[in-house]
Nanobody, 115 residues
């Protein structure tokens, strides 16, 4: 199964930017979709953004216009560019891969936005 490793989290002030990376252990070309989820303390995990194998994207309403998901198949990596961050974006961000109906998860990276 594919292994996923997130990086790029950290502490940032409101209005700032971060770029998260998700490195996969093997080719992501054949993976149906890759996604970023997040989970704030005390909340359920929620979908933030998804990118399909053909490059189609979809976003949670609260991040539309601020976040951008992309993939580099040559590097087996998916990115989440986060701009104009808000305190409500504070959460652990998880990378996920949907491979033939089986969902794989990374261990997450913490994003903290200070107001």
């Amino acid at each position: 199964q594919v292994q996923l490793m997130e990086s790029g989290g950290g502490l940032v002030q409101a209005g700032g930017s971060l770029r998260l990376s998700c490195a996969a252990s093997r080719s992501i070309i054949v993976i149906n979709s890759m996604a970023w989820y997040r989970q704030a303390s005390g909340d359920q995990r929620e979908l933030v953004a998804v990118i399909t194998r053909d490059g189609s994207t979809n976003y949670q309403d609260s991040v539309k216009g601020r976040f951008s998901i992309s993939r580099d198949n040559a590097k087996n990596t998916v990115y989440l560019q986060m701009n104009n961050l808000e305190s409500d974006d504070t959460a652990v961000y998880y990378c996920s891969a949907d491979e033939n109906g089986i969902r794989h998860w990374g261990k997450g990276t913490l994003v903290t936005v200070s107001s």
